[in-house]
């Protein structure tokens, strides 16, 4: 069964969140665990492991646990970013086997963003309320060395006050090694020119045997923890992932919450947890698995999925407390879900998005805002949005206040 059928199946799942929490149908090990962690007790990697592992009744139970912490932690509302996705390049010879993104330099479709065209698609988003713009690409060999810098220089010069989330630590283990910098020297650098923020992509599983399956280990997970924990020690907050379903396990998907829980506890510098379900229609990790001869799953279950978005929750409580449902891995239907098994923002509303479309991302774009607050409203929570750093800029109370954002549904030009 594909993921698209399995996503569309989940409001009648045996186990769909909807249903009431009862410890006397859970298994006894799984109603300890929650029982701690509804006591505030930090779960063990060994025990996040059990509840990744859990099926039947135990995953309803896990989702209502973690629905119940996230009201605790945030209250019963849910929330969005108006954000503009931008790719500069497809460009990218890094070669990892689960991206259907990457084009050589003389492909007929390879394409490299001008300065101009990136600032241009900036101001386009903030003429539409957007408050951040996204910036990532492929490794392009032949980019300049202060090619990154340039890119920040363009949209504050076109867009002074558009916050920049930008470049994934693979981005700037590339660019560091380009200019010859130390990474905390080349995060300073983009920092002073207008990098606001840093995607926690590049992630994937930081587990070094899977990894080396996914990326052949061109960005260690020594590495992306080094980068990461540069930015954070330098004032930068960042974003944290996940990407799973592909040839991974729950020992897997424990092992990685509990390293982010751990940097967590250092520097603070996590602004939420986003699980990124793997896409695979056009993936060639499955499509080339034969002859990869590798095990590789066509995405996550529905089980999974909810238990991702859950287990995430009840592990990082009191750690990281934003965890996102990403519509476009989910679709929205399916992201909606997620508000109600320990999400609490769906991400942004994006206008351009063309990674996971590459892998044959099926769910579109974009997401208007009034969808957006339609969608938060229908799983019983109260919608705003926010920006970057989860700063609260506008409420949507009540069903009327759609109204009161057509003003930035307008169609992209």
Known sequence: MNSQVRHSQIANHPTAINASLDLVAVSKPIATILQRALCGEEITEQEGTALFSSSGNDVAAIAQCADIIRQRTVGDSASFVITRNINFTNICY?????????????????????????????????????????????????LPADHYRKILQSIKKQVPQMHIHAFSPFEIMF???????????????????????????????????????????????????????????????????IMYGHIDAPHHWAAHIALLREMQKQHRGFTEFVPLGFVHYESPLYTDRKKLKLNVRPGPTADENILMHAVSRIMLNGWIDNIQASWVKLGPNYAQQMLRAGANDLGGTLMDETITRSSGGIHGEEILPADMVTMIQNSGLSAYRRDTLYTKLQSYPDRQSVNLIASCSGALT
């Open 175 to 241: 660019g560091a090694k380009n200019s010859n910098m130390s990474y905390k020297d080349f995060i300073a650098d983009l920092m002073e020119h207008g990098l606001g923020s840093m995607p926690g992509t590049a992630a994937e599983i930081l587990d070094v045997e899977i990894r080396k399956q996914l990326t052949r280990d061109k960005l260690t997970t020594a590495q992306w923890v080094e980068i990461i924990s540069a930015a954070h020690q330098l004032g930068l907050p960042t974003t944290s992932t």
């Open 94 to 142: 890094m070669g990892c086997k689960f991206c259907g993104f990457s084009k050589g330099k003389n492909d007929t479709d390879a394409q490299l963003l001008s300065m101009q065209e990136i600032a241009k698609r900036a101001q386009q988003a903030w003429d539409r309320g957007a408050t951040e713009v996204c910036i990532q690409g492929g490794l392009h060999p032949d």
